[in-house]
């Protein structure tokens, strides 16, 4: 087995059926996806500020601006959503989308955005593209489009999961359904989408963002999902090395 293949059979062997086992099993995955996924955003946060939050629920000696701290505290608070989102086994539906996106955003809108009618938890009134592509739905379009995809993930094939995760997540941001917070909100709502398919989450390390545009990129410009896969799978075998190479190291131990 591949690396990503030992992450996926590490994942289903947890049998993860509660939000109990589930916060179990990301014991310390959390904190790091969180700090990685906000730096990809925003340079200013840090690991440590992040484990801070995430164990104590505060900082100290903090010296960096407040928007930063409101993110990686509204991070917090997404994680312990997706757990009860997961315990009551809610379906990956606009509604839930839009409540993400709310509480990774909160508190973080700038006066502009508030000038326009932008709010946290409501898709975009207005145009903002993205990327190298420019992507970007008119804002009347969001709406239907976001219908759109979220119905396509109602039945997917077995073993197709990381697949339908990877087409959810490149669709996600060509859309960019919201004023700000897309990144952070599609990555949280692709890994909802694989822990509810018994996928183990994946982490996108910030150091690796430039790969990880460019298989957005793959999407944007001709509609090519294999980049993006293939991307998902090294990062998911990334995400769980240290795990694998654990439990190898005790089975080895118990065979000698």
Same mark, same amino acid.
């Given at each position: 087995?591949?690396?990503?293949?030992?992450?996926?059979?590490?994942?289903?062997? @947890?049998?993860?059926?509660?939000?109990?086992? =589930?916060? &179990?099993?990301?014991?310390?995955?959390?904190?790091?996806?969180?700090?990685? %996924? &906000?730096?990809? #955003?925003?340079?200013? $946060?840090?690991?440590?500020?992040?484990? /801070? $939050?995430?164990?104590?629920?505060?900082?100290? %000696?903090?010296? &960096?601006?407040?928007?930063?701290?409101?993110?990686?505290?509204?991070? @917090?608070?997404?994680? #312990?959503? !997706?757990?009860?989102?997961?315990?009551?086994?809610?379906?990956?539906?606009?509604?839930?989308?839009?409540? !993400?996106?709310?509480?990774?955003?909160?508190?973080?809108?700038?006066?502009?955005?508030?000038?326009l009618? /932008?709010? +946290?938890?409501?898709?975009?009134?207005?145009?903002?593209?993205? &990327?190298?592509? /420019?992507?970007?739905?008119? +804002?009347?379009?969001?709406?239907?489009?976001?219908?759109?995809?979220? %119905?396509?993930?109602?039945?997917?094939?077995?073993?197709?999961?990381l697949?339908?995760?990877?087409?959810?997540?490149?669709?996600? /941001?060509?859309?960019?359904? !919201?004023?700000d917070?897309?990144?952070?909100?599609?990555?949280?709502?692709?890994?909802?989408?694989?822990?509810?398919?018994?996928?183990?989450?994946?982490? $996108?390390?910030? #150091?690796?963002?430039? %790969?990880?545009?460019?298989? =957005?990129?793959?999407?944007?410009?001709?509609?090519?999902?294999?980049?993006?896969?293939?991307?998902?799978?090294?990062?998911?075998? @990334?995400?769980?090395?240290?795990?694998?190479?654990?439990?190898?190291?005790?089975?080895?131990?118990?065979?000698?």
């Amino acid at each position: 087995m591949d690396g990503y293949e030992k992450a996926v059979a590490l994942w289903q062997g @947890k049998k993860i059926t509660n939000d109990a086992r =589930l916060a &179990g099993a990301l014991n310390g995955h959390s904190i790091a996806f969180a700090y990685h %996924s &906000g730096r990809i #955003e925003n340079e200013n $946060i840090t690991y440590h500020d992040t484990r /801070e $939050i995430f164990e104590h629920d505060r900082v100290t %000696s903090y010296t &960096g601006d407040l928007r930063t701290l409101f993110e990686i505290r509204n991070a @917090k608070e997404a994680y #312990e959503l !997706f757990l009860t989102a997961f315990r009551d086994r809610r379906p990956l539906d606009k509604k839930l989308v839009k409540e !993400f996106q709310q509480t990774l955003t909160q508190n973080t809108y700038d006066t502009r955005r508030y000038q326009l009618g /932008e709010r +946290p938890g409501e898709y975009k009134r207005h145009d903002y593209v993205t &990327g190298r592509e /420019e992507v970007g739905a008119p +804002p009347e379009d969001v709406a239907e489009e976001m219908d759109e995809l979220l %119905s396509e993930l109602t039945e997917i094939p077995d073993g197709k999961t990381l697949t339908a995760a990877a087409y959810f997540h490149a669709k996600f /941001e060509n859309i960019h359904p !919201f004023a700000d917070g897309n990144g952070r909100a599609g990555r949280l709502a692709m890994n909802y989408f694989l822990v509810l398919h018994n996928h183990p989450p994946v982490t $996108i390390h910030e #150091e690796n963002r430039k %790969s990880y545009y460019e298989a =957005l990129e793959a999407w944007d410009m001709r509609q090519d999902l294999e980049p993006l896969c293939s991307f998902l799978r090294w990062q998911t075998a @990334k995400t769980w090395e240290k795990q694998i190479m654990r439990r190898e190291k005790i089975s080895d131990t118990q065979t000698v």
